[in-house]
């Protein structure tokens, strides 16, 4: 059973960063689809950012392209999320996310995502 701890959110002001991590308990990562969702109050869960484990390059969510940048670490079997020029409208609970899929390239939000994390409160606010 794969585990996923997330850790790096807070409170930060708009155009202000974060950094979210996932330590997972995966000895490899390559054969699994890793991702970022997140869910905001009365709203559903959206994904945000993905990687398959073929490596190849992140997927973005539109309303977050080009502020938030996605990387995943092989050797440490970890996965960050950098997030910059933050939104009120960036707040929510931030979830890391794994799916396994050998030799896949490429990456969807519409995976059946079955490992989570606990997942980690980001606030935008002034």
């Known amino acids: 059973q794969l585990q996923l701890v997330e850790s790096g959110g807070g409170l930060v002001q708009p155009g202000g960063s974060l950094r979210l991590s996932c330590t997972t308990s995966?000895?490899?990562?390559?054969?699994?689809?890793v991702a970022w969702f997140r869910q905001a109050p009365g709203k559903e869960r959206e994904g945000v950012s993905c990687?398959?484990?073929?490596?190849?390059?992140?997927n973005y969510a539109d309303s977050v392209k080009g502020r938030f940048t996605m990387s995943r670490d092989y050797a440490k079997n970890t996965f960050d999320l950098q997030m910059d020029s933050l939104r009120r409208e960036d707040t929510a609970i931030y979830y890391c996310?794994?799916?396994?899929?050998?030799?896949?390239?490429?990456?969807?939000?519409?995976?059946?995502?079955?490992?989570w994390g606990q997942g980690t409160q980001v606030t935008v606010s002034s």
């Open positions: 995966a000895t490899t990562l390559n054969h699994f689809t």
């Open positions: 996310s794994a799916v396994l899929r050998p030799w896949t390239t490429g990456c969807s939000f519409d995976y059946e995502y079955n490992y």
């Open positions: 990687f398959s484990g073929s490596g190849g390059t992140p």
